[in-house]
């Protein structure tokens, strides 16, 4: 009998151990969630945060219906002291983004974030050789965070170049040059207004973009054209009725965004003044993109022979 109740004894410690592990298991995984929460929050934190902008139903048949909206437009850059005809295409489509990792997600899941992605691509030729400029902004559709990541490459025969921004606890950027003094690089920036998201939040609401006496961080194409560090710069906005300016002092660079006031707000062309070139003689130049077409299309599915009519809709060569 008394083998039978330390038996009996053993078996109910036994449980009891066993559920107190449990417990504590899931005490361990609620906190890791809640960390990861509060860790999530803490990378979105900003100072001076957007006002948030509540999806309108126009925001959401325009947006979620299982399309991208993509425009054309003819392209005169300045490079290197003269303008150079080509073409640049703004590519808009809403996805879902992983808060971690920072890629679009395959799955739905009620931690994805829901972002408005701009993939901006330019192509011209300087001479025999030929650019090719890409520029991709995912920013959340809630419109008070900044950008969750910001990716940026440059092809042309001398080399390429990549920069990336991830979105943390602080802007962490990685760079890639074939430039001496550039070559690869890891470093953080506390955060500030991206310029690259500002063509996003464009199209959200235009109305909540930053006016005034600001430190924004330029574009990473106009940083690796004219190699300079990727850094905050005094700037100086103001918004009007179809048209944001942005003017960089210490940099004496405008650039001019005009779109429609009317929702979907579609951007109908900028231009960007700066000296192109590099030196004392350096010439003041403004390169211009004049809108030919847009069109909503799955352009994922897009990929046969046939499709190809559709860049003749776009006029794109």
Partial sequence: MKKI??????FWCTIGLLTFMSSCQKNTKAKDIAEKTEKWETHFTIEK???KNELSKNF????????AEISSYKLEQARYGEIRNGHAVLIYVTEDFLPDTQVKADKQNADNIPVLKLNATKNFNTGIYPYSIMQSTFYPVSNNKHAIKISSSMQEWCGHVYSQLNNKEQFEIMSHSYFEGEADKRFNLDKAILENELWTQ???DPKSLPTGDLEIIPSFEYNRLRHLPIKAYKAKASLMNGSYTLHYPNLNRTLVINFTPNFPF?????EETFKSGFGPKAKELTTKATKLKTIKSAYWRKNHNKDEILRKELQLK
């Fill in 49 to 51: 945060p957007f006002n």
């Fill in 60 to 67: 959401k048949d325009y947006w979620y219906a299982g399309e």
């Fill in 202 to 204: 464009l199209r959200i």
């Fill in 266 to 270: 579609d951007i109908l062309g900028w």
């Fill in 5 to 10: 109740l330390k038996t009996r004894g053993l």
